[in-house]
């Protein structure tokens, strides 16, 4: 359970003594926290104890998004929410030619950091006090307050800056929200800032519901290291040209290698019976439909033309999909499917499924595996309706 770091406890953290004691913490093992916390309740109060602690943790799971991760303050959920610093960084970079920027919904910071990077220039809102200064604490960590000027509003006002970015809530209740209209501020509220502000980005979860995205506008696929993560609506200068049949045009991006691909227009791919290779897409290119597109980068075929498995004769190295080897293909049957894992001596299996209801952990306890076996990869999907397994060699996809 994550304790609330509340205005108090922050002040508390960036006080002489909260500083003695988060250093002395960062070199403690956290890995069983009783003793730690034990140690420290003899030394500060029980809330100042519980916001150390919390401090602590979330600055080593924020080493994931963050390299600064050790210098930052956090709250559970807004650590949760932010963009990791590859993302920001490279999503900043659509500001360059901005003189005013603004964050309207800052949070702690992740995404104004990367925004005072390539701007002197920037505005910090948001309406939760916490937050406003967890982002104050953190740019001035890392040298960048000087940068960045901060507001406790409601982004619902006129600013007067040449671009902003917005990253609404994309919870309620609790859970996470997929229609637009039910993000907050909702896209009809951050509609009505472009009256005045058109140069607009907002960040939405990559599960968008395409019939809520607006016209106008260019929707980013954003993934990193083969993880769809997010998806930014582009509006004004900052999108790239819009489709008129669509209304929206779509592109995705993947990182660390940095390749953006834009929507085009393609010939429908043809269906085929499954080749010597199977090639599963970027979890991007997926979401951005850009399945076919990359069929034909890839001189492969679809097995099917509801399933974004793509399949080919020859192996093409691409940090766009990744790629196994064909060893079988049979009809779905866990009867021959332990057949053919004893068979080969199979001792380790990683299974993939699309366009079947075969849960894979439920698969996985009615699997027979061989002590000290090989590896293997077992993909479960539907052809022409009817659900099929393929045994898959792996192939290194790093390289490919």
């Known amino acids: 359970m994550s304790y609330p770091v509340s205005l108090e406890d922050l002040n508390f953290l960036l006080s002489h003594k909260g500083q003695e004691k988060l250093l002395e913490l960062s070199l403690m093992d956290l890995s069983n926290i009783i003793p730690v916390i034990e140690k420290l309740r003899r030394e ?83 309406k939760d006090r916490v937050r406003l200064e967890m982002a104050r604490a953190n740019s001035k960590a890392l040298g960048l ?10 982004l619902r006002r006129p600013w007067h800056v040449d671009a902003a970015f917005a990253d609404p809530s994309r919870r309620k209740g609790g859970k996470r929200v997929f229609n637009l209209s039910d993000i907050e501020p909702s ?20 599960g968008v519901d395409y019939e809520s995205i607006p016209p106008d506008c260019e929707v980013e696929f954003i993934s990193h290291n083969r993880t769809c993560k997010e998806a930014v609506l582009w509006f004004g200068n900052l999108r790239k040209n819009v489709s008129h049949k669509y209304g929206f045009n779509r592109s995705v991006t993947i990182l660390p290698e940095h390749i953006h691909i834009e929507e085009e227009a393609v010939e429908p791919v043809p269906v085929t019976e499954p080749l010597s290779y199977i090639y599963e897409p970027d979890p991007a290119i997926i979401r951005g439909h850009l399945v076919e597109w990359l069929a034909w980068k890839l001189n492969a075929v679809k097995m099917d033309n509801a399933i974004a498995y793509l399949t080919g004769e020859k192996p093409v190295k691409t940090p766009m999909a990744r790629v196994w080897k064909i060893d079988e293909v049979f009809p779905f049957s866990i009867k021959e499917i332990n057949r053919r894992l004893k068979y080969l001596k199979i001792g380790e299996i990683v299974i993939k499924k699309r366009g079947t209801a075969v849960e894979p952990e439920v698969l996985r306890k009615r699997l027979k595996l061989t002590e000290g076996g090989v590896k293997t990869t077992l993909f479960l999907t539907c052809l022409s309706g009817k659900q099929m397994a393929f045994i898959c060699s792996e192939i290194n996809n790093e390289n490919y």
């Open 44 to 126: 500060v109060t029980v809330q100042e104890a519980s916001a150390l602690v919390e401090t602590a943790i979330l600055r080593n799971r924020g080493k994931e998004k963050f390299s600064s991760a050790r210098l930052m303050y956090f709250l559970s959920e807004a650590l949760e929410q932010a963009s990791g610093e590859v993302i920001a960084r490279y999503r900043a970079k659509r500001f360059a030619d901005y003189r005013k920027i603004a964050d309207l919904t800052c949070g702690i910071g992740g995404d104004l950091l990367s925004l005072s990077e390539i701007s002197s220039n920037v505005m910090a809102v948001d």
């Open 145 to 154: 307050s000087e940068k960045i000027e901060f507001f406790c509003e409601d």
């Open 187 to 206: 896209i009809g509220e951050l509609m009505e800032l472009r009256n005045t502000l058109p140069d607009l980005g907002v960040k939405i979860l990559p």
